[in-house]
């Protein structure tokens, strides 16, 4: 045998040491519980493999994927991720929220589950906040998502149901030229300010609006082309409501667009706008809608097919547009001024509506055109009238201004309708005090008062989901609400607070960090249990049989039974729960302990629950891997459980156990009607 040569000696010598060095390094893992882990930079990690009970922190450029079904204490993002190729929120299992304290800023980015996450900062979906170029894709497919900051994408964003997205500042794509798109078929997305730069923003369903909290927004909608078939847009701009700056096709769906600042169009295209079906409502301070560069024929201008076609549209620009297609009868709604300025009438069939007139009530000033209204819309607010020496105190129903006020953004049309202006002998200085509901639920009218007087205060707004908080004179809502006590001698803007309404929040029991509390929050609110006391939830009790069936029979909206004969010689017309276990024997979901007994009061078993499940889906046949121990081919249970295991309905009690005797938590099955609602109803 040849002798090795020293260098390789050498080299061989330095490797084995480099290998003793590495295997006393420790794995990137946990001891048992820590309080706190931080994944080092340039580390990527899956959650499943940190302990439950931990903080976890992510540094520098760290990845990380949420794939797991624990429950963490907190996740904080503390850097600026400009690396990876992919960023995932992916949670599955137990709920949680997720804050991101930075700006993010990767290549694509999906949020796909059904958790809250707070992105605390902006959010870049490129290859850094610099780059305009044309990677980025943004989707949200499930999942509560609220972005404080600014959204900046490269290629693509697209929202489906059921995501529910709000964004504090606004949205911006840079490749207008390069086929960059905003796509929404479902979900909810709410922008403070507006969306800028994509080549195509196309709506097919879900609701968005544009300028919600940013009135300085110049644009709600900015894109090259506009498409919508279905949905719901709200777009409001200070210059402009909705431009587009090629062309717009609507074929169905509600559309609103706004301007709201001074010269602002609703809507503005250069070379067309195609309407073949939905609705279309267009209003801006100076133009409602405009075609402004387009010199062709009215029929290739304004493609619109139902309603008809407008006459001229040459530099056409119309003060209020509004076009629907429930309306079928012909009537002169709104004038079109060309380039020449020429008045041209009778330009769309439009319906008979309701007619609002304004009578001033012996008083001076200019009295405000009359409206035809659609059945069951508003009315516009109009100029309000002035005399010297008198004071306008708003509109009214009757001639002596007693009853309910006019409002405008929230007293719908029923019929023919005359409102009176309301008059009272002008103090030596007037002021108003204005309202201000920051985006959420319809703001009061405005207060006027003579100097040092005091304004009633009017009711309060309502949200869906939120709880309002009262009246402040600044806008952050900070210090105490207002006295509407204190007189007033200055012009000033009242605004309004919201506070998050937790539907559980009564439960001392019950936390926002326990596992359990959006499935109980849902159980709630979908009025499945109310609790076991006003106060209190019990999450950790077991139920019986009867009370399961109870949740069962509430979540499907209480049907009544058809079949008057009950089997079971335990159960009477007279119980509380009688009607439920009727209607779970008529669909077949339980067949009782025995021929003749249900018994209601024994506890219920976690094998029974998914039983129940499965049988009220109508059994159907499930094929997929078994990761239970505990549940063999041969159980009565062992099909439920698969059916429950495959439509995520459960995971088990460990990975490897499902422990089909133990008795069932309320809090494990409002889980498991929520995974078997929301699942199935998500298609």
């Given at each position: 045998?040849?002798?090795?040569?020293?260098?390789?000696?050498?080299?061989f010598?330095?490797?084995?040491?480099?290998?003793?060095?590495?295997?006393?390094?420790?794995?990137l893992?946990?001891?048992?519980?820590?309080?706190?882990?931080?994944?080092?930079?340039?580390?990527?990690?899956?959650?499943?493999?940190?302990?439950?009970?931990?903080?976890?922190?992510?540094?520098?450029s760290?990845?990380?994927?949420i794939?797991?079904?624990?429950?963490?204490?907190?996740?904080?993002?503390?850097?600026?991720?400009?690396?990876?190729?992919?960023?995932?929120?992916?949670?599955?299992?137990?709920?949680?929220?997720?804050?991101?304290?930075?700006?993010?800023?990767?290549p694509?980015?999906?949020?796909?589950?059904?958790?809250?996450?707070?992105?605390?900062?902006?959010l870049?979906?490129?290859?850094?906040?610099?780059?305009?170029?044309?990677?980025?894709?943004?989707?949200?497919?499930?999942?509560?998502?609220?972005?404080?900051?600014?959204?900046?994408?490269?290629?693509?964003?697209?929202?489906?149901?059921?995501?529910?997205?709000?964004?504090?500042?606004g949205?911006?794509?840079?490749?207008?030229?390069?086929?960059?798109?905003?796509?929404?078929?479902?979900?909810?997305?709410?922008?403070?300010?507006?969306?800028?730069?994509?080549?195509?923003?196309?709506?097919?369903?879900?609701?968005?609006?544009?300028?919600?909290?940013?009135?300085?927004?110049?644009?709600?909608?900015?894109?090259?082309?506009?498409?919508?078939?279905?949905?719901?847009?709200?777009?409001?701009?200070?210059?402009?409501g909705?431009?587009?700056?090629y062309d717009?096709?609507?074929?169905?769906?509600?559309?609103?667009?706004?301007?709201?600042?001074?010269?602002?169009?609703?809507?503005?295209a250069?070379?067309?706008?195609?309407?073949?079906?939905?609705?279309?409502?267009?209003?801006?301070?100076a133009v409602?809608?405009?075609?402004?560069?387009?010199?062709?024929?009215?029929?290739?201008?304004?493609?619109?097919?139902?309603?008809?076609?407008?006459v001229?549209?040459?530099?056409?620009?119309?003060?209020?547009l509004?076009?629907?297609?429930?309306?079928?009868?012909?009537?002169?709604f709104?004038?079109?001024?060309?380039?020449?300025?020429?008045?041209?009438?009778?330009?769309?069939t439009?319906?008979?509506?309701?007619?609002?007139?304004?009578?001033?009530?012996g008083?001076?000033?200019?009295?405000?055109?009359?409206?035809?209204v659609?059945?069951?819309?508003?009315?516009?607010?109009?100029?309000?009238?002035?005399?010297?020496?008198?004071?306008?105190?708003?509109?009214?129903?009757?001639?002596?201004?007693?009853?309910?006020?006019?409002?405008?953004?929230?007293?719908?049309?029923?019929?023919n309708?005359?409102?009176?202006?309301?008059?009272?002998?002008?103090?030596?200085?007037?002021?108003?005090?204005?309202?201000?509901?920051?985006?959420?639920?319809?703001?009061?009218?405005?207060?006027?008062?003579?100097?040092?007087?005091?304004?009633?205060?009017?009711?309060?707004?309502?949200?869906g989901?939120?709880?309002?908080?009262?009246?402040?004179?600044?806008?952050?809502?900070?210090?105490?609400?207002?006295?509407?006590s204190?007189?007033?001698?200055?012009?000033?803007?009242?605004?309004?607070?919201?506070?998050?309404?937790?539907?559980?929040k009564?439960?001392?029991?019950?936390?926002?960090?326990?596992?359990?509390?959006?499935?109980?929050?849902?159980?709630?609110?979908?009025?499945?249990?109310?609790?076991?006391?006003?106060?209190?939830?019990?999450?950790?009790?077991?139920?019986?049989?009867?009370?399961t069936?109870?949740?069962?029979?509430?979540?499907?909206?209480?049907?009544?039974?058809?079949?008057?004969?009950?089997?079971?010689?335990?159960?009477?017309?007279?119980?509380w729960?009688?009607?439920?276990?009727?209607?779970?024997?008529?669909?077949?979901i339980?067949?009782?302990?025995?021929?003749?007994?249900?018994?209601p009061?024994?506890?219920?078993?976690?094998?029974?629950?998914?039983?129940?499940?499965?049988?009220?889906?109508?059994?159907?046949?499930?094929?997929?891997?078994?990761?239970?121990?505990?549940v063999?081919?041969?159980?009565?249970?062992?099909?439920?459980?698969?059916f429950?295991?495959?439509?995520?309905?459960?995971?088990?009690?460990?990975?490897?156990?499902?422990?089909?005797y133990?008795?069932?938590?309320?809090?494990?099955?409002?889980?498991?009607?929520?995974?078997?609602?929301t699942?199935?109803?998500?298609?």
């Amino acid at each position: 045998m040849k002798t090795i040569q020293k260098p390789f000696r050498l080299f061989f010598v330095l490797l084995l040491s480099a290998m003793m060095v590495l295997a006393m390094i420790p794995p990137l893992a946990v001891s048992a519980e820590p309080s706190e882990y931080t994944i080092p930079d340039g580390q990527t990690v899956n959650l499943s493999s940190l302990p439950s009970s931990a903080d976890v922190k992510l540094a520098g450029s760290a990845v990380i994927l949420i794939d797991c079904n624990k429950t963490l204490n907190s996740i904080t993002y503390t850097g600026k991720n400009y690396t990876t190729d992919t960023l995932t929120f992916k949670p599955k299992g137990t709920a949680y929220v997720l804050h991101v304290s930075e700006s993010v800023a990767v290549p694509n980015l999906t949020v796909d589950a059904a958790n809250t996450i707070y992105f605390e900062n902006n959010l870049y979906v490129q290859r850094s906040p610099s780059d305009h170029g044309e990677t980025g894709t943004l989707l949200f497919k499930n999942g509560e998502v609220h972005i404080w900051g600014d959204v900046e994408y490269g290629k693509k964003l697209e929202i489906s149901k059921p995501a529910y997205i709000t964004v504090g500042g606004g949205i911006n794509t840079w490749n207008s030229a390069t086929n960059s798109y905003y796509i929404q078929t479902g979900g909810t997305m709410l922008i403070g300010r507006g969306i800028v730069g994509p080549y195509t923003v196309n709506i097919t369903g879900g609701i968005l609006r544009t300028g919600r909290k940013d009135t300085s927004a110049s644009v709600g909608i900015n894109a090259l082309y506009f498409r919508m078939t279905g949905g719901e847009v709200e777009a409001k701009g200070k210059r402009i409501g909705l431009d587009a700056q090629y062309d717009a096709e609507i074929t169905g769906g509600q559309i609103t667009a706004t301007g709201t600042g001074t010269g602002s169009f609703g809507f503005n295209a250069q070379n067309y706008l195609l309407m073949t079906g939905g609705s279309f409502t267009a209003t801006g301070e100076a133009v409602g809608c405009a075609i402004s560069k387009y010199t062709g024929s009215a029929a290739e201008a304004f493609r619109i097919q139902a309603p008809t076609s407008i006459v001229d549209p040459q530099g056409a620009q119309v003060k209020k547009l509004t076009l629907d297609t429930y309306y079928a009868s012909a009537t002169d709604f709104w004038t079109i001024t060309n380039a020449s300025g020429t008045a041209q009438a009778k330009s769309v069939t439009f319906g008979e509506g309701y007619t609002v007139t304004f009578d001033l009530n012996g008083h001076g000033g200019t009295t405000p055109a009359a409206q035809t209204v659609k059945p069951g819309d508003y009315a516009k607010a109009v100029t309000d009238p002035s005399e010297t020496g008198w004071l306008f105190g708003g509109w009214f129903y009757t001639p002596d201004c007693t009853g309910h006020q006019h409002v405008f953004t929230s007293d719908a049309i029923t019929g023919n309708t005359t409102l009176y202006a309301k008059w009272t002998k002008q103090a030596s200085a007037v002021y108003t005090v204005s309202y201000n509901t920051q985006g959420y639920g319809k703001a009061p009218g405005n207060s006027v008062v003579g100097a040092g007087g005091t304004v009633t205060e009017p009711a309060p707004p309502t949200a869906g989901g939120w709880i309002f908080g009262g009246w402040y004179k600044d806008a952050a809502c900070t210090g105490t609400p207002y006295d509407f006590s204190t007189p007033v001698n200055s012009n000033f803007t009242l605004y309004a607070k919201w506070l998050h309404d937790c539907p559980s929040k009564n439960f001392t029991d019950v936390s926002e960090s326990d596992w359990f509390h959006p499935y109980v929050d849902f159980a709630v609110t979908s009025k499945i249990t109310s609790g076991t006391s006003a106060t209190t939830f019990s999450p950790n009790n077991t139920c019986t049989r009867a009370q399961t069936v109870m949740f069962l029979w509430n979540s499907q909206g209480k049907p009544e039974p058809t079949i008057t004969q009950c089997p079971f010689s335990d159960v009477k017309s007279s119980d509380w729960f009688y009607k439920a276990v009727m209607w779970a024997v008529e669909k077949g979901i339980t067949q009782g302990t025995s021929p003749t007994t249900f018994s209601p009061n024994d506890t219920v078993t976690r094998g029974q629950v998914v039983t129940f499940l499965y049988a009220m889906k109508g059994k159907p046949a499930v094929v997929v891997s078994n990761p239970f121990t505990d549940v063999q081919s041969g159980d009565w249970f062992y099909a439920p459980v698969i059916f429950a295991v495959k439509n995520n309905i459960t995971t088990g009690v460990t990975a490897t156990t499902f422990c089909p005797y133990d008795g069932c938590t309320r809090a494990q099955i409002v889980t498991f009607i929520y995974r078997y609602i929301t699942g199935f109803a998500a298609g």
